[in-house]
């Protein structure tokens, strides 16, 4: 069954510092991947995608991402972070429901907390 | 361009009444869904609908009801709420099964 992990609940880094935040995958084909990220009280707001081709993205807001096949990974990253990217953090995979229709799976998320 | 539209954001309900989440999109999409967000959960698929005229079942269907009123309007049903379904929900579409989602802004529902 397709699937999406991502083992850091809570992570706290100091602004200006580094950032990545982990996702593996669980899906047979090749996955559509995606970054989500969720402001306190908001909606989900799409930071960047992978379908196909080059495998690191450039997405919204600096951040990016790279696709590693060899391990089921899709890690977001950003070189200096900001306290405006204290967010929650969603990976996710499109993946086929059924014959005719196909969803995306979430993570079940990173909340992200940034030190003065 | 409003995006993705919900209503109400907040409401509050006693075990056993009924309401309906609405949920609108003006950029033409044929595919809308309804998540629900809970603490360390990420989201789950209530129900979706692929195109107009079309509603499938997802993860967690027990307990709700939904009708594609048209193109635009997607909109869910809770017949007879229960504290499990204290929540906060979403409604999204899209153009394409795979392509990336727009989220409404969540309808916080709390059931006492």
């Known amino acids: 069954a397709q699937s999406v992990t991502q083992p850091d609940i809570h992570i706290t880094v100091s602004e200006g510092a580094s950032l990545e935040l982990r996702c593996n995958y669980s899906?047979?084909?090749?996955?559509?991947l995606f970054w989500y990220v969720q402001s306190p009280g908001q909606g989900l707001q799409l930071l960047l995608k992978?379908?196909?081709?080059?495998?690191l993205v450039q997405g919204i807001k600096g951040f990016e991402a790279e696709f590693k096949r060899s391990q089921s990974s899709f890690n977001l990253r950003k070189p200096s972070v900001h306290w405006s990217d204290a967010a929650e953090y969603f990976c996710?995979?499109?993946?086929?429901?059924?014959?005719?229709?196909?969803?995306?799976?979430f993570g079940s998320g990173t909340r992200l907390s940034i030190r003065p | 361009n409003a995006g993705v539209t919900q209503t109400p954001k907040f409401q509050v309900l006693k075990t056993g009444q009924s309401m309906t989440l609405q949920c609108a999109q003006d950029?033409?999409?044929?595919?809308m869904y309804w998540y629900r967000q809970d603490p360390g959960m990420g989201l789950r698929l209530i129900y979706y609908?692929?195109?107009?005229?079309?509603?499938d079942k997802g993860e967690v269907p027990n307990g709700y009801n939904v009708s594609r009123l048209n193109k635009r309007e997607f909109s869910l049903r809770l017949e007879s709420a229960a504290p499990s379904q204290t929540s906060v929900y979403f409604c999204?579409?899209?153009?394409?099964?795979?392509?990336?989602?727009?989220f409404g802004p969540g309808t916080r529902l709390t059931v006492t």
């Open positions: 999204a579409s899209s153009g394409r099964g795979f392509d990336e989602q727009y």
């Open positions: 899906y047979g084909a090749t996955p559509y």
């Open positions: 992978y379908f196909s081709g080059d495998t």
């Open positions: 996710a995979v499109g993946a086929q429901w059924d014959s005719s229709a196909s969803k995306i799976i």
């Open positions: 950029m033409n999409h044929n595919s």
């Open positions: 609908s692929a195109s107009e005229g079309t509603t």
